[in-house]
């Protein structure tokens, strides 16, 4: 369920077209595991004609101000959200990328990779401790499961840039 409110006085800025684009959104990231707000402010970024400032952001999806302000830092470190140019005054405008390449590209970056390269280190740290168990036959069952997980991380290192490669314009 959406943390939008669906009693229409508590958002009146948000049109029912703008909560069912920000649900789709919301339903995407729950699938990956991110923040329920990132998909908030994204799909409310996507949908909006205008570059919107932090105060928008937080007025229009009744978010705290930290949580609009950290969703944002994300988004632009994940490369979904970007500074617009223009006339913003003193006040930081944002608007969504909406290059698919970069977004996906953005996320196998900041989530994906890393999670990959710890699960190195990690399968590492694993193998060490399986060597340390006495029994002969679940060693062998450990060190077995241990290796499969290995290579569904190298095949995840090989697949990642094709993806993103088909990503491509």
Request: aromatic letters at 4%; one cysteine or more; glycine letters at 10%.
């Amino acid at each position: 369920m959406s943390s939008i409110p669906k009693d229409t006085s508590l958002t009146p800025d948000l049109s029912p077209l703008e909560r069912q684009m920000i649900d789709v959104f919301v339903d995407g990231v729950k699938v990956i595991g991110l923040p329920k707000s990132l998909g908030e402010i994204y799909g409310l970024l996507f949908l909006s004609p205008q570059a919107l400032s932090l105060d928008d952001v937080t007025q229009k999806l009744g978010l705290s101000k930290g949580s609009a302000s950290q969703g944002l830092r994300m988004l632009r470190e994940l490369g979904a959200v970007k500074e617009a140019s223009g006339q913003g005054g003193r006040r930081t405008l944002y608007v969504p990328d909406v290059d698919l390449k970069r977004l996906v590209g953005g996320f196998i970056r900041e989530q994906v990779r890393p999670h990959l390269e710890s699960g190195k280190t990690k399968c590492g740290k694993l193998l060490k401790n399986a060597a340390d168990i006495d029994d002969p036959n679940l060693k062998k069952f450990y060190r077995e499961r241990i290796h499969k997980l290995e290579g569904w991380m190298n095949r995840g290192r090989v697949v990642l840039p094709l993806i993103q490669r088909m990503l491509g314009e």
